[in-house]
Structure formats: structure tokens, C-alpha cells
């Protein structure tokens, strides 16, 4: 296991290391999901957790999401700290009912809160066809109950994890697969958190605002790039929360640019960008000098063809064109 | 930020197209994706759609040229540059009307022309001059109005540069940057006195009068007859322009407010229609304007005008006004309404010289480039009905004036010389005086200088 002296490490790393970390911390936090025990996990997330903890709080479980979720949400009543992992993200639809009826729902109805972490590799990008690269978060976003948490960087995705495992609320927490062995980034020796529900200005700007996600908020760092060599600045925001959604950062940033542009690599009709634009209208409309506008993927599954997949995927230069033409606007 | 469009390659062994069409022409707005223009090529004709959207700038390649692919056709504007505006909206008021129209004053601004000068110019680079837009709906932004809203700014009077011509946050905070311009209060319901003035100074402290007070005439039109009398059967509503409006406004407040009457004479313009007749090829030669009857006329009037001082006069409450100055008022017909420039210091200028400042402010009046000033401080007015036919008029005065002369068509007609009949060139004229200030035994005297200046004409033309 890599040591964590300041240096750069992974993104996958860092999962495993805020793992590791609380799972050193706090013996109540246990592991469980499809491989993650012997096999180390599906993209070596867990490696070497089994040897360390033992096959009482590494659990290698059957192939049923339902059954990892609900068993998770279980452990959760009973005084555990799960972690359940999903070996794809896509297969958490399996699990949806215990997810939105009992997961989120149980603190409200029975006062049984389930302090349980759902993670998994999610997103496209890598031609892993329309069952491997799913972007579902809006369907939990749209569940009141539950936290949603999205990182982009090494140090916001081990800081992350390690704020939700101790967050007593469920929380779902998407680990986009493109960025596990492509970013690096550098963390802290010593323990610490990123608080959940706050969003982070990666770049300033002031001709208007991008705010994005996971992938995409690479993707637009480098737009933005692009955009100041010709005199646009443009302020870029990691949302790293989609629920509950750092509201104040948002409106912040686009009083004072007056336009926004939102990024996701989502599908567009239910996307967090509607969502953005709504709340921009509703407390911003003020403000607005342009019209917000999206770019995000299209509304069909994830293609497998490597050149569908390409068009179907927000890119630098999509971004780069919306941003250019709501700067002129 | 320019956009190229180029000829592009509709297949793998096409190196070249022709335009065959133009959907758009310069200074058109085009939208992204909308067709821009058709073009044929050795396997296919398409429509091609813009690249961006803006204004299309410039058209490099013609219909009927063959370019080979990636070259530049055509460049289109992005900056919503307006370099050709749309063309001058129809029943604009005219510049002088401008300036009691809800435009502001003009102040200082910098890339705006000011809304009560000339006709919209283009002078403002690629931006929707403020005067265009009366009318339209203005494309700002919920920001951009909310910022005029917080300072008081007419969003007609602030240029846009946005995508379009739109106001963008920038276009309005160089407006506030400048000083701001103040959006001016609404109009009165009724317009200030005759039709192009704006609102007049304030008065002294004479007594207010009951109609005419603080030089304002507060009248609104009114209408008694139920709706139903108008709108039966087919009809077209077409709304009164601003100009038509304020023309209303004004008859009909001159009407209630002067005592009008009429005097009509007749006058034999034989010898000047002679002298002109005699004239006016070698005056136009020379002198290169027209010479018409029209300052012949004018001439006449300011013979009256000095030997009879309280026809160029105003009544302010009970003060008869006497103005020293004589600046003739010569009604325009234009092809969207009326106006009334102003030749300054009549009393000193020749028929040359009448006829110059006639031609020139009539000229000005077609083409919308009188000055405010052009149309103000008139003393005494002059109109031709009789340019359009029939016998005379009996026009109304134009405010705050005490009387007009209207003039009627001049034609031969027999008449009676020294017991005889004689064929000569007749003129009926119409004084129309405010009883309140003019008398009958005045009024007379005056047509009848006017008459005798004009059947005795001696002085040279050239």
C-alpha cells in the first residue's frame, strides 16, 4: 500500500486509503460488495483490506445489489458503518427499491437512520458500453433522504470518503472510473475531511460561470483554458456535492458573472443542470445576462462505438463553443 | 468576434463549390444553423447552415462563383454589430419631435447619437442606435434591467452590442459610467405647444390664464361617441404614430384655446407670377435652388407683419407678447404627416435668401435632419393648401402664434380691370387670426398689406 507522505497518488488510491484510514479509525465501519474481499476489488480499490480487517468487516457478497444494499442497510440499523460497494455503479438500479424505500426513508418513517455509504465506479468515457457507464446520480438526487456526493480530485475524493463514512446519513458516493488511474493528485499525511455540501471555485473568472462535475470538471478547466487565450475568463466550479447542492457558491459566482454554463457528463433531460438553472431563476434572475445554457451528454444510452461514444460525450471543444457563444451573447 | 464560413467539402472527392444562392445579405442576423446559403457542387446541392450565430458581415464569394472547399465565403459578426440597421423604421417621429418623445434630453453619452438630433444615423460603430428603437421591443436582459430600473435609464436610449443589437451588461454600465441618462418623466398627456417644441421654459408670474397655462397646453383629445359607432361592419385599426399624435393634440387644443377667424382675400399675382416666370430659369442657374412663389409670399407676409406688430405676436395669460423678431413658420407636408421649420429673421432676408432657408429646411423635412431649433420660435406661419388643389383653406393657427395665412391655389381666373375682363393669375388667401388678440379691423389691414406688397412687387429677384 503507497504511503501518503504528500505525495502524489491516485485517485483510485485515495479511495483506498480513506478506506483503509477509517476502516482503521473506527471498527464499526465494514466493507462489503462483489470482489472486494479476495479479489481485492474489481478495480483494486480494496487490495490488501482483507488482510489487514479480516473476513468479518471485508465481506465478499453474493452477485445481488438488493441484497448488498439491503444487508448493508441492516448492518447500518444495527450499529455498523457499511460501506457498500457497487462493482458498477449501473447495477445500483438493482438495489433501487431498498435504496429509495428503506435506505432513505427509514430515518423518516421509524427514527432508524442508516449511516451507510454506497460507493462505486460510475461514468463513461472508456468504451465501456451503455451497462458500464452510467451517470445515475440524478435518481437518488431526486431522493430526499440521501446525500449525493460526486468528486473530481484525489484529495476531495479521499476527504470526501472519509466525511461520508462518518456522516450518520445515507450517502451515495460516485467514483467517475475515467479519473481513477488518469488524475493525481496530492493529499495529506494527516487525517482530514472535505466537508460534504460545498462546492469549490477551481478557477476565477469573471465572464461567467461554468460549474461542473467529476469528469467534466477537467474537461472544463481545460475549456477555460482555451477561453482565456481569447480574453474570456471564465470561472469554473466543482460542484464535488449534488446533494445537498452548495447553493451560496452558485449564486456567488453568477452574480457576479452573469452568465452560466453548466457541464455534466449526465444525460440532458433531468440533469443537474435543469435543476441549476431553476434555482438561478428563481433567486438569480436579477442578475442573468445571458441565458444559462448546458452542455452535457445526449438523452440515448452510452454508445459502445468508440466514435459514438465520442459524439455522445461532452467534450473541451463542445464546452469551449457554449462558453464562447454565452460570453458574446 | 468574426466567424469565417467557408465552402465546405460535401464528400471525399470534392474540392470545390458554387454558390448558387444567398439566403442572407449583409447586415442580416443569422442564427447558428440556420441556411446561410445553397450551393452545387459535382455530387450534391445543399443548403448550408451558418456556423454561428450574429450578423453577417460580408459576402467574399458572389452567386455564380466556383471556390474550392475551405475558402473563406463569407465572415460573420458575432457581436451582434449592427453596421446596417434595420432600415429606418416606418412613422418614426421626425428628430425634432424626439425631443419631447420619451427619449430623455440628450447628455452626454458615448456611443449613442442623441436621440433628438438627426435621423437615425450610423454613425454609433455596431450599435443599434437608441433612436431605432422606439417602437420595438428592446432586447436586454433581466440584469440589464434591473440596472436601468435602479437608475433610472431609458433601455430606447442605451445602444446594444449584445448578440443582435441586445443591451448587454456592458453596453448599460457604459451608459452609467458616462452619467447615466436619466429616463425623462412621461410625457404630459398633452404635449407642449406646437408640435415640435419641447417642453417650453417656465413662464413669469403672469396671472394663469385658463387655457394656456405655464406655456403648456394640457389637453388630452377627447372622443364622446360610443364605441359601437365606430367599430361595426370591416375595419382596420391602424395606431396613430407619435407625430399624428401629437398633431391631434395639437389642433385640437389650437382650436379650443384661440379664438379662431377667418378673413379671405384675393390677390392678383399676375406681375409676380411674370417676374418669376422671367426669372427663374437664369435664379436657378445661378443660384442653383428653385425659385418658387413661396418667398414672394413670405416677403409679403413680413410687410405686414412690421406694419401690424400685434400680428406677430403670442398670448401668454393677459401679456400680449410682441415678438421683435419675425421668424415665418412654413408648413411641410411629408409623406407621414406635418411640420413646421422655421426661416429665422425673415424680415432680413431677401427673396434669394428666403428661398435658399426654404428649399433647405424643406429638404431637411423630407429627409428627417431638422434640429430642434429649426422648428422653434416661430412668430407668424404660413401653409399652402392650394398646392393641393381647390380654391383656399382656412387653416388652423399653429400655437402660440395669433394667425396664419393660408394660401390657395394660384390660377388664372377672369376678372374685372377698369370695367373690362382680363385673364389673370389669381390667388385666394385665408388669414386665420386669434380673436382674443386680433381684431377684424387689424386682420384686414394686415391681408390687405400683404395683398397690395404682392400686386405691387418692385423689388429684383436676381
Known amino acids: 500500500m503507497a504511503e501518503a507522505n504528500g505525495t502524489q497518488i491516485t485517485f483510485l488510491e485515495a479511495i483506498k486509503q480513506a478506506m483503509f484510514e477509517e476502516m482503521e479509525r473506527d471498527p464499526a465501519v465494514v466493507l462489503l460488495g462483489e470482489d472486494v474481499g479476495v479479489y481485492g476489488g474489481a478495480f483494486k480499490t480494496s487490495e490488501g483490506l482483507l488482510e489487514r480487517f479480516g473476513w468479518e468487516r471485508v465481506i465478499d457478497t453474493p452477485i445481488s445489489e438488493s441484497a448488498i444494499i439491503g444487508a448493508a442497510c441492516g448492518m447500518s440499523y444495527a450499529g455498523l458503518r457499511p460501506i457498500a460497494e457497487l462493482q458498477f455503479i449501473d447495477f445500483i438500479v438493482c438495489a433501487f427499491n431498498q435504496i429509495t424505500n428503506f435506505v432513505a426513508k427509514g430515518h423518516y418513517l421509524w427514527n432508524a437512520p442508516a449511516p451507510m455509504v454506497m460507493r462505486g465506479p460510475s461514468g463513461g468515457g472508456v468504451h465501456g458500453g451503455p451497462f458500464h457507464s452510467a451517470n445515475p446520480e440524478m435518481y437518488f438526487v431526486h431522493t430526499p433522504g440521501l446525500k449525493v456526493i460526486y468528486p ?171 462558453a464562447k457563444e454565452l460570453a458574446r451573447y | 468576434m468574426a466567424t469565417d464560413v467557408v465552402m465546405p467539402q460535401m464528400g471525399e472527392s470534392i474540392f470545390e463549390g458554387t454558390i448558387t444562392k444567398w439566403l442572407k445579405k449583409p447586415g442580416d442576423k443569422v442564427e447558428r444553423d440556420e441556411p446561410l446559403f445553397e450551393i452545387s457542387t459535382d455530387k450534391v446541392d445543399a443548403e448550408i447552415p451558418s456556423p454561428s450565430a450574429g450578423v453577417l458581415k460580408e459576402i467574399k464569394v458572389n452567386e455564380g462563383q466556383t471556390v474550392p472547399i475551405q475558402t473563406v465565403v463569407a465572415v460573420i459578426d458575432g457581436a451582434g454589430s449592427a453596421a446596417a440597421a434595420p432600415a429606418s423604421a416606418p412613422a418614426k417621429a421626425p428628430a425634432p419631435e424626439a425631443a ?142 407619435n407625430m399624428r399624435q401629437r398633431i391631434a393634440e395639437h389642433m385640437v387644443a389650437s382650436k379650443r384655446v384661440s379664438a379662431h377667424v377667418y378673413s379671405v382675400d384675393e390677390i392678383d399675382m399676375t406681375k409676380v407670377a411674370s417676374l418669376r416666370a422671367k426669372a427663374k430659369d437664369e435664379f436657378e442657374q445661378r443660384y442653383e435652388t428653385k425659385l418658387t412663389f413661396m418667398p414672394f409670399f413670405v416677403k409679403a407676409a413680413v410687410a405686414g407683419l412690421r406694419a401690424f406688430p400685434t400680428m406677430n405676436a403670442s398670448l401668454d395669460g393677459t401679456n400680449v407678447v410682441l415678438h421683435k423678431e419675425i421668424n415665418i413658420g412654413i408648413a411641410v407636408a411629408l409623406d407621414w404627416g406635418l411640420i413646421v421649420p422655421v426661416v429665422k429673421g425673415a424680415d432680413e432676408k431677401n427673396v434669394l435668401g428666403i428661398q435658399r432657408t426654404l428649399n433647405d429646411l424643406a429638404e431637411r423635412a423630407r429627409s428627417k435632419k431638422l434640429k430642434p431649433e429649426e422648428v422653434q420660435e416661430g412668430t407668424f406661419s404660413i401653409t399652402n393648401p392650394g398646392v393641393f388643389g381647390g380654391l383656399f383653406g382656412l387653416p388652423v393657427i399653429s400655437q402660440p402664434n395669433v394667425g396664419i395665412l393660408g394660401l390657395g391655389m394660384i390660377e388664372k381666373r377672369p376678372v374685372v380691370i377698369n370695367d373690362s375682363i382680363a385673364i389673370r393669375s389669381m390667388c385666394y388667401v385665408t388669414l386665420s387670426y386669434d380673436h382674443r388678440v386680433v381684431d377684424g379691423a387689424v386682420a384686414h389691414r394686415f391681408l390687405h398689406k400683404v395683398k397690395e406688397t404682392l400686386e405691387n412687387w418692385s423689388e429684383p429677384v436676381l
Open chain 1, 152 to 322: 473530481s480530485t484525489p484529495y476531495d475524493a479521499k476527504g470526501l470518503l472519509k466525511a461520508a463514512v462518518r456522516d450518520n446519513n445515507p450517502v451515495l458516493f460516485f467514483e467517475h472510473k475515467f479519473l481513477y488511474r488518469r488524475i493525481k493528485g496530492e493529499v495529506p499525511t494527516e487525517d482530514y475531511t472535505v466537508p460534504i455540501g460545498k462546492a469549490t471555485v477551481r478557477r476565477e473568472g469573471k465572464h461567467l460561470t461554468i460549474i461542473s462535475y467529476a469528469a467534466m470538471m477537467h474537461t472544463s478547466l481545460e475549456a477555460a483554458a482555451a477561453l482565456a487565450k481569447e480574453g474570456i475568463e471564465a470561472e469554473v466550479i466543482d460542484l464535488r456535492t449534488l446533494l445537498p447542492l452548495d447553493e451560496e457558491t452558485i449564486l456567488e459566482s453568477v452574480r457576479k458573472t452573469n452568465r452560466c454554463l453548466v457541464v455534466h457528463e449526465d444525460t440532458k433531460t433531468g440533469g443537474i443542470a435543469g435543476e441549476i438553472a431553476a434555482i438561478l431563476c428563481e433567486k438569480a434572475f436579477g442578475d442573468l445576462d445571458g441565458p444559462l445554457m448546458r452542455v452535457t451528454a445526449l438523452d440515448t444510452p452510452v454508445p459502445y462505438s468508440p466514435p459514438l461514444e465520442e459524439y455522445f460525450l461532452p467534450n473541451a471543444k463542445k464546452v469551449f463553443d457554449a
Open chain 2, 100 to 241: 419631447d418623445a420619451p427619449a430623455p434630453p440628450p447628455a452626454a453619452k458615448p456611443a449613442a447619437p442623441p436621440p433628438a438630433a438627426a435621423a437615425p444615423t450610423q454613425a454609433a460603430p455596431q450599435a443599434v442606435p437608441a433612436s431605432q428603437r422606439s417602437g420595438e421591443r428592446i432586447h436586454s436582459s433581466p440584469l440589464v434591467r434591473r440596472m436601468a430600473a435602479e437608475r433610472g435609464i431609458d433601455l430606447t436610449t442605451v445602444p446594444g452590442t449584445g448578440a443582435g443589437g441586445r443591451i448587454s451588461k456592458q453596453d448599460i454600465e457604459a451608459v452609467i459610467a458616462a452619467g447615466g441618462v436619466p429616463a425623462a418623466a412621461p410625457p404630459p398627456s398633452a404635449p407642449s405647444a406646437p408640435p415640435p417644441r419641447p417642453a417650453p421654459p417656465a413662464t413669469s408670474a403672469a396671472p394663469a390664464p385658463p387655457a394656456v397655462s405655464g406655456g403648456q397646453i394640457h389637453v388630452a383629445f377627447e372622443s364622446a361617441v360610443p364605441r359601437e359607432k365606430i367599430y361595426f361592419g370591416n375595419y382596420q385599426v391602424e395606431p396613430m404614430s
